[in-house]
């Protein structure tokens, strides 16, 4: 399998704030990098795909970049409903399309 | 409007088959580069890729559960079904179905609601 593990594994930060998580494959994924927003009790929602394309009504504000096996989501100025877990998942050719252990953003 | 709903018990023993069901709309799964694949979360844990199908009947599993896990597609339904065979307490978590498109990678785009499955005796 492909490890995937997130930096930090949470983080505290005001309204307004630039937020960066970082996500890292044991193996190179290419460009195969989505990200996802969970709120509690919520299913998940995908925010960008292909490591750095933003999905159709996502918010400008989200971001993604890297290739390779590092790769980061930056949040360009954190707003309230921002506050939720991300997490990312490789899509590679290597089953399982495994998730990482999810990077918690609660308000500082 | 693309919309997709699990279903299935919420309380299975252990040793026992888990069948559940996702119900779909919007979207059909003969049309070329679309797939449905199962996600699961146990509570306050991560999330966990199981197994996706693809509008040609491909199938793809989780290496660590193949052996448990069968996906199968009803197109004139619009439904995916997903068995776990010897079910144990460890399964116990939110199984989420979720939609999928080939040209964005594989990302599940679209999510249902999940469903809660407790495995106890």
């Known amino acids: 399998d492909i490890q995937m593990t997130q930096s930090p594994s949470s983080l505290s930060a005001s309204v307004g704030d630039r937020v960066t998580i970082t996500c890292r494959a044991s193996q190179s994924i290419s460009s195969y990098l989505n990200w996802y927003q969970q709120k509690p009790g919520k299913a998940p929602k995908l925010l960008i795909y292909a490591a750095s394309s933003l999905q159709s009504g996502v918010p400008s504000r989200f971001s993604g970049s890297g290739s390779g096996t590092d790769f980061t989501l930056t949040i360009s100025s954190l707003q309230p409903e921002d506050f939720a877990t991300y997490y990312c998942q490789q899509s590679y050719s290597t089953l399982p399309f495994t998730f990482g252990p999810g990077t918690k953003v609660d308000i500082k | 409007q693309i919309t997709l709903k699990e279903s299935g018990p919420t309380l299975v023993k252990p040793t026992q088959t888990l069948t559940l069901t996702c119900t779909f709309s919007g979207f059909s799964l003969s049309t070329s580069g679309v797939g449905v694949g199962w996600i699961r979360q146990p509570p306050g844990k991560a999330l966990e890729w199981l197994a996706l199908?693809?509008?040609?009947?491909?199938?793809r599993y989780s290496p660590s559960l193949k052996s448990r896990l069968t996906i199968t597609k009803d197109t004139s339904k619009n439904q995916v079904v997903l068995t776990m065979t010897n079910m144990d307490p460890v399964d116990t978590a939110t199984y989420y179905c979720?939609?999928?498109?080939?040209?964005?990678?594989?990302?599940?785009?679209?999510w249902g609601q999940g469903t809660m499955v407790t495995v106890s005796s």
């Open positions: 979720a939609h999928a498109v080939v040209a964005a990678d594989d990302a599940f785009d679209i």
């Open positions: 199908i693809y509008w040609d009947d491909d199938k």
